[in-house]
């Protein structure tokens, strides 16, 4: 049974920091892509950053540099470092997985990419 908890979720003032994480449990976590999306208010599902098993990493276009995405092949865990943070990244973070390697850019264009989902995480910023 796969499933995925994300932690660390919160509310902060505009330029302050939060980091999320996701536990992995049910499946081997080093046969996946790892994803962040998020969806705000009256918004749609969006992609933040993804990392394949072998580190390739890719950010949505808002990031700007402001985010860092990690994985800990050795203890399951998905990171989301997250600065400078402004009013517009307020939303529900979700960890995401599926079983293949990461496609880049066009695999955070759509959720539906993605087959397994966490609950989320709050991220209010003000």
Known sequence: H??????GGGSVQAGGSLRLSCEVSGYRFDSYCMGWFRQGPGRE???VAQIGSDGTITYGDFVKG???ISR???NN???LQMDNLTPEDTGMYYCTAVRRSCAGTQDLASS???NYWGQGTQVTVS
Not at 2 to 7: A, D
């Open 72 to 74: 800990h092949n050795a």
């Open 66 to 68: 402001r985010f860092t």
């Open 45 to 47: 599902r969006e992609g």
């Open 2 to 7: 796969v499933q995925l908890v994300e932690s």
């Open 112 to 114: 539906k990419n993605f």
């Open 77 to 79: 865990t998905l990171t």
